[in-house]
């Protein structure tokens, strides 16, 4: 669960960027005492994530707004359904509108991307899990969102996980050279996972007891040849041109993690409505 100081003070800075120096449309027609009742709709079928940023946006706008919530984060939820009620000054209801409905949509839509795939292969041993395309300071969120969706979680920052990319490689000399280096620099309570193009990176890897093996866009035969090569000695990651029409077929190849950033960066908005 996202702490509630990171998302009050997320909230400020998003709020501060929108109203600037005033809601000058609002602020012109609205004044305190005008008391408006309001609903969050759902306007499409999906799984609902954010609903605590939402109420937290006005919040931090006036305490004089009221926000009754009806689902929490994780929800299916259906057309017409509605998912919070706000009551208050009209003033602080339309302030805090489009902040909230983006927190909101963008959280719900990923959620509900993520239910889908995870939906796809729910039967087979494996999961999916999130990548570090996300939107630069919005990780927590997405991250968080992907979680409600039933997804699982890839390292947070650089600094959680060593991973060993192709770039890696090729500036060390080589995959035993990279494994090493990194092995002499890490913490024992680090985790090491290497990328691998080719079934000979993986022969390579093998006797050097990387923690994690991550199959980069491989065939669905390299796949299942390096699933049986691999035998458990490491956990094995699919990455790599994954979508709903392939996710099934790379999980059923025997991978452990299926790692997708489409999840996210690819995720619409969910239609979620704010109506007076």
Do not use: W
């Not at 400020?12 to 305190?32: N, P, V």
């Not at 994690?212 to 458990?232: G, P, Q, T, Y």
């Not at 960066?265 to 109506?275: I, N, S, V």
Request: charged share 25%; net charge negative.
């Amino acid at each position: 669960m996202l702490s509630n100081f990171y998302i009050e003070e997320h909230v400020k800075q998003a709020l501060q960027e929108d109203i600037g120096f005033g809601d000058i449309t609002t602020e012109s027609i609205m004044t305190e005492d005008k008391i408006f009742h309001a609903r969050l709709t759902s306007r499409v079928e999906g799984v609902v994530c954010g609903l605590e940023v939402f109420k937290t946006v006005y919040k931090v706008l006036s305490d004089k707004v009221e926000v009754k919530l009806f689902f929490k984060d994780g929800d299916k939820i259906s057309k017409g359904d509605i998912l919070a009620e706000i009551e208050g000054p009209a003033k602080y209801i339309l302030l805090g509108e489009r902040v909230s409905l983006n927190y909101i949509q963008r959280m719900s839509g990923i959620a509900t991307e993520t239910r889908k795939y995870q939906d796809a292969i729910g039967d087979l041993p494996c999961k999916i899990v999130d990548t570090r395309k996300t939107t630069p300071n919005f990780r927590a969120f997405e991250k968080y969102s992907v979680k409600c969706g039933g997804g699982a979680l890839h390292r947070f920052n650089l600094s959680d996980c060593a991973m060993i990319k192709d770039n890696h490689i090729q500036v060390a000399g080589g995959v035993t050279n990279a494994v090493k280096m990194v092995k002499a620099n890490l913490s024992h309570a680090h985790k090491i996972e290497l990328e691998c193009d080719n079934i000979d990176q993986i022969k390579e890897a093998l006797p050097l007891g990387v923690d994690i093996i991550m199959l980069d866009n491989m065939s669905l035969d390299e796949m299942r040849e390096a699933v049986k090569l691999i035998n458990h000695r490491a956990t094995v990651e699919a990455s790599g041109n994954v979508n709903l029409s392939t996710v099934r077929a790379i999980a059923e190849c025997g991978v452990d993690i299926i790692s997708s950033s489409a999840i996210v960066a690819k995720a619409p908005a969910l239609d979620l409505g704010l109506d007076m």
